[in-house]
């Protein structure tokens, strides 16, 4: 399993400066995000062949791997022209995306809050924010095939699949495409930090969606529902890295939602939780 983190971790003027960041952690693996090579836009409105083969170059100097990039927009936002200039801002970034180095692009299922699309919003369960988020969805799959990348949504109690059970439907009802697949973080399962039946929440997410998943995140969760560190939350590991496993593929783990400082105390945790808990 390899271990990785997501680049923006490191903050840094330079992407050389950023990578060679995460070298000096004892890390190989990285979920990139593109705002950091465009002045903070994750998805700019066109990406040169030219900066694409750049970041690969970069990355290759170092033999760091990119796990995925960063694909993130509202898919559900209430305006439909909004989620059309997210939809065209993606597609721009799944055709350089093998350029790049990689052919796993990630997403956001978004949620009906025009301000911010981790938001939770009461229009989230309607069933039009379902149909237009299943749409732009759909529309995207047709780049992925168009250029071999795959696609992987991130169920997220804010967002339009909200759950495991959501995330299932939205794949079936889809056919399960072979060019889209699941990202899984657990802290995202847990509304309001409820952690009573994790258990059985973690082992319903890996029976619905553990074929499919293509990348994990490794982030903790408070009994408050605060994110934090892995290693800092309430978060049963030993039971999530067991599952993943003995899932049927082989996936990268990504650390997310901390500090740059709090890099090494989190790596440590996951590594003694892997020593534990070895290959099935």
């Not at 949620?111 to 995207?140: F, G, H, I, L, T």
């Not at 168009?146 to 959501?166: K, Q």
């Not at 079936?172 to 699941?182: M, R, T, Y």
Request: aromatic share 6%; charged share 20%; with cysteine.
């Amino acid at each position: 399993m390899d271990l990785g983190i997501f680049a923006k971790t490191f903050t840094r003027p330079e992407l050389r400066e950023i990578l060679d960041a995460v070298v000096a952690a004892g890390l190989g693996t990285i979920q990139f995000n593109m705002a950091l090579t465009t002045a903070g836009t994750s998805l700019p409105d066109e990406i040169p062949l030219a900066l694409a083969a750049r970041v690969r170059d970069e990355f290759a100097h170092r033999v760091l791997k990119m796990a995925a990039v960063s694909g993130t927009y509202n898919m559900a936002h209430p305006d439909a022209t909004v989620r059309a200039a997210g939809g065209r801002r993606l597609d721009a970034l799944i055709a350089v995306a093998p350029t790049m180095g990689t052919r796993l692009v990630t997403l956001c299922t978004g949620s009906r809050c025009a301000e911010d699309m981790w938001r939770w919003d009461r229009e989230n369960a309607s069933a039009e924010a379902w149909r237009d988020m299943r749409s732009s969805v759909e529309a995207a799959i047709g780049a992925a095939e168009a250029h071999n990348v795959t696609l992987g949504f991130e169920p997220e109690h804010n967002n339009i699949v909200s759950d495991a059970a959501s995330g299932r439907r939205l794949l079936d009802e889809l056919g399960a495409p072979a060019h889209l697949k699941v990202v899984i973080d657990p802290a995202n399962l847990f509304p309001g930090g409820d952690l009573d039946c994790q258990a059985d929440t973690l082992n319903a997410a890996f029976d619905l969606l553990g074929d499919d998943v293509v990348l994990a995140h490794a982030k903790d969760v408070k009994a408050d529902g605060a994110i934090v560190a892995a290693g800092k939350g309430a978060l049963d590991y030993d039971l999530y890295i067991s599952l993943l496993r003995f899932a049927p593929r082989d996936v990268p783990l990504i650390m997310h939602g901390l500090t740059e400082a709090e890099v090494p105390a989190c790596l440590a945790f996951i590594q003694n939780v892997l020593a534990r808990i070895p290959p099935s």
